[in-house]
């Protein structure tokens, strides 16, 4: 099939460009800057250059690549993130979630596509009740932190707008925390060097839940939701959700630092802000089930524990 991915050189991108081209599809990559051009074409792809936040470009780009599947993995998130800011921090990514999804569809509209896969999220934006493991028929959160709402109206309008275009086989993965390589969780970046330095502290018990996915294991189920994905949400995460409690100090030991220090609630929202305590008490896990039986993916890491052992060694 001719695929055309709206952020190939991210760091999904990168990985799931040259699993596409691997199992024969043609290839069309789209990125915001001609300096990459050459990045396309290295994963074997054909490099168009385009705005995504600009209707025009994103409608002539999709209009000359005449695509069977779009595939939307456009984020924004390069730099560290200022968790008592979060909604500044991911403002143009809510941008690439809302304006920029309106007019891939809209283009992918005009060509008639014959499926539309999206990135969005699993985890936080669930709500944080009534169970700590959470599928894709549950609820979002209603009451998120004051610093997350546009965020998660975002992921939303995304969800909704990709599930809502029944020209299409709309189809939302939502990827569970990525590690490994040019991941925010390898041994080289910032929040390893966090751990290392014990400047990433459990908070309040480390209640929180998380699921966690390899970037090469997301890469993996986005090239089997682009050859037969059916309409729907899946949570593209590994057997394992662990809660912060479980997984910090476990990351902590891998990387050969000592253990996390421990610190109450009060003083973590009072030192990292409401968002990084919620991520750190009250989040929830995700199931990946229906991914398994509907997509019959299953994750070559089955658990974040041995992903991370094969990474920091």
């Keep these: 099939m001719k695929v055309f991915v709206a952020g190939?050189?991210?760091?999904?991108g990168k990985q799931l460009v040259p699993r596409l081209v691997a199992d024969d599809h043609e290839v069309v990559g789209?990125?915001?800057?001609?300096?990459?051009?050459?990045?396309v074409r290295a994963m074997g792809a054909t490099p168009v250059i385009a705005d995504a936040l600009d209707p025009e470009a994103v409608a002539r780009a999709v209009a000359e690549a005449?695509?069977?599947?779009?595939?939307?993995q456009l984020t924004a998130l390069a730099g560290s993130l200022d968790m008592r800011h979060f909604d500044r921090?991911?403002?143009?990514?809510?941008?690439?979630?809302?304006?920029?999804?309106?007019?891939?569809?809209?283009?992918?509209?005009?060509?008639?596509?014959?499926r539309f896969v999206a990135q969005s999220f699993a985890g936080w934006p669930s709500a944080r009740t009534d169970g700590?493991?959470?599928?894709?028929?549950?609820?979002?959160?209603?009451?998120?932190?004051?610093?997350?709402?546009?965020?998660?109206?975002?992921?939303?309008?995304?969800?909704?707008a990709v599930i809502g275009a029944t020209w299409t086989d709309g189809v939302v993965l939502r990827y569970g925390s990525f590690y490994g390589p040019g991941t925010?969780?390898?041994?080289?970046?910032?929040?390893?060097?966090?751990?290392?330095?014990?400047?990433?502290?459990?908070?309040g018990g480390g209640g929180g839940v998380w699921s966690f996915v390899h970037i090469e294991d997301a890469a993996e189920a986005t090239v089997t939701a682009v050859a037969r994905g059916r309409r729907g949400i899946y949570n593209i995460v590994d057997d394992d959700p662990a809660t912060v409690a479980q997984w910090?100090?476990?990351?902590?030991?891998?990387?050969?630092?000592?253990?996390?220090?421990?610190?109450?609630?009060?003083?973590?929202?009072?030192l990292a802000g409401e968002p990084a305590t919620l991520m750190m008490t009250d989040v929830r896990g995700a199931s990946n089930a229906?991914?398994?039986?509907?997509l019959d993916w299953q994750p070559s890491h089955p658990s974040w524990r041995e992903g991370i052992t094969k990474w920091a060694a």
């Design 30 to 39: 789209m990125t915001r800057s001609a300096s990459k051009s050459d990045v």
């Design 290 to 294: 229906k991914a398994k039986r509907e």
């Design 8 to 12: 190939a050189t991210g760091v999904l």
């Design 184 to 203: 925010a969780l390898n041994p080289d970046s910032e929040q390893a060097q966090m751990i290392r330095k014990r400047k990433f502290p459990v908070v």
């Design 66 to 72: 005449e695509p069977e599947v779009i595939v939307h």
């Design 89 to 114: 921090d991911f403002a143009l990514t809510n941008r690439l979630r809302t304006e920029a999804t309106d007019h891939l569809l809209a283009a992918g509209q005009v060509v008639g596509i014959r």
């Design 248 to 270: 910090l100090p476990a990351m902590a030991s891998a990387l050969g630092a000592r253990r996390p220090r421990d610190v109450p609630r009060w003083l973590g929202q009072l």
């Design 132 to 160: 700590h493991v959470k599928n894709e028929d549950d609820p979002l959160d209603p009451t998120p932190a004051p610093a997350m709402r546009n965020t998660l109206d975002a992921i939303r309008h995304l969800e909704s």
